[in-house]
C-alpha cells in the first residue's frame, strides 16, 4: 500500500520560513519523480514544485521560485519543501505527490499517488 505522508505545516508570520518534509512509502521511491501542490479555500489546487527522480532537476512556477525550492532524499525516501520569505497568499493545504514517470512535471494529471495534505497559514 503506497502512502505518502507530510509534515511540518504550521502557523508563521509573513517573512518566515518552514520546511515541509513528505515520506514515501509503499513504492520505488528513487524511481518517482515528486511534485508539490497547494489548495487554498475556495480555489482549486495548484502547481508549486517538482523533482525529477534522481534530484537534478528541479521545476518551480514563478510565483514561488526564488523563494521555495525542493530536494530530496532517496536514501530516507524523503521529499522537502523549503519555503522561505512567506507571504500571506501561500496559505493552503500543500500536497505532495508522486509520479511513476519520473520526469519533473507540473501537469496534476501525471501524478499517481497523493498526500493528505498538510496545512500552512501565514498570517500577514
Known amino acids: 500500500q503506497v502512502q505518502l505522508v507530510e509534515s511540518g505545516g504550521g502557523l508563521v508570520q509573513a517573512g518566515g520560513s518552514l520546511r515541509l518534509s513528505c515520506v514515501a512509502s509503499?513504492?520505488?521511491?528513487?524511481?518517482?519523480?515528486m511534485g508539490w501542490f497547494r489548495q487554498a479555500p475556495g480555489k482549486e489546487r495548484e502547481f508549486v514544485a517538482a523533482?525529477?527522480?534522481?534530484?537534478?532537476?528541479?521545476y518551480l512556477p514563478d510565483s514561488v521560485k526564488g523563494r521555495f525550492t525542493i530536494s530530496r532524499d532517496n536514501g530516507k525516501n524523503t521529499v522537502y519543501l523549503q519555503m522561505n520569505d512567506l507571504k500571506f497568499e501561500d496559505t493552503a493545504v500543500y500536497y505532495c505527490?508522486?509520479?511513476?514517470?519520473?520526469?519533473?512535471?507540473?501537469?496534476?494529471?501525471?501524478?499517481?499517488?497523493w498526500g493528505q495534505g498538510t496545512q500552512v497559514t501565514v498570517s500577514s
Open positions: 505527490a508522486a509520479d511513476k514517470g519520473g520526469i519533473a512535471t507540473g501537469w496534476e494529471n501525471r501524478y499517481d499517488y
Open positions: 509503499g513504492l520505488p521511491f528513487s524511481r518517482y519523480a
Open positions: 523533482i525529477s527522480w534522481h534530484g537534478g532537476d528541479e
